[in-house]
Every structure is written in structure tokens, then in C-alpha cells.
């Protein structure tokens, strides 16, 4: 059976890190492109980082270049996601997400975890 499945989510200080997990159960990087949304308070769903579909390239958004790091092992079917240096615009929901191809990815055409929160405060 198919499923995402995040944990590792909660309240965190600014400058701190947590560490992201999802459990990709029947998604593996060879069949598809798998990644991180978040949603911010007042603002849509936005793909943050992403493992494109073979494993071979990585994106991040501009917003979190640099801070946060996106890996996948297909032998534990893990997707996890390091966060440092947070901040406080980090705060929102966090979704692990699966989509067939780079394009549907980006276009948020994606199969949908349940999401785990973060908060972070100064």
C-alpha cells in the first residue's frame, strides 16, 4: 500500500534546526520525483525542496537555499528534510509529497502526506 507518511515536526527556536522524516512507502526515487510543501500562514502551498524523479538533481526554493537540505534513502523508504537556522517565516505546515514527473511536482499535481507542523519562535 502507497503512502507518505511525515513525523519529526515541532517547536523550534530561531537559529535552531529539526529534521523532517517521511516514510515513502511504495514511492521510490527511480519512479518518482518526491519532495516538501509548506504552507504559511496567509500564504498558498509552496514547494520548498524536492528530489527529482532518477535521484540525479535536486531543487530548493530560494527561501530555504542553503538551510535546508532534502535526502532520500530507498532502502529505509525515508524522505527527510534538515532545517537549520531557522526562522520565524519558517513556521507552517510541512507536507511530503510524490508526483510522477518534475513538472507535475512544480505544479503541485502531487499525492499529499497529512503534514506536520513546525513553529518557530524568537
Known amino acids: 500500500q502507497r503512502q507518505l507518511m511525515e513525523s519529526g515536526g515541532g517547536s523550534v527556536q530561531v537559529g535552531g534546526s529539526l529534521r523532517l522524516s517521511c516514510a515513502t512507502s511504495g514511492y521510490t526515487i527511480k519512479g518518482y520525483s518526491l519532495g516538501w510543501f509548506r504552507q504559511t500562514p496567509g500564504k498558498e502551498r509552496e514547494g520548498i525542496a524536492a528530489i527529482y524523479r532518477g535521484g540525479g538533481s535536486t531543487y530548493y526554493d530560494d527561501s530555504v537555499k542553503g538551510r535546508f537540505f532534502i535526502s532520500h534513502d530507498d532502502v529505509k523508504n525515508t524522505l527527510s528534510l534538515q532545517m537549520n537556522n531557522l526562522k520565524p517565516e519558517d513556521t507552517g505546515m510541512y507536507y511530503c509529497?510524490?508526483?510522477?514527473?518534475?513538472?507535475?511536482?512544480?505544479?503541485?499535481?502531487?499525492?499529499w502526506g497529512q503534514g506536520t507542523q513546525v513553529r518557530v519562535y524568537s
Open positions: 509529497t510524490a508526483a510522477n514527473d518534475v513538472a507535475s511536482w512544480l505544479d503541485g499535481e502531487n499525492t
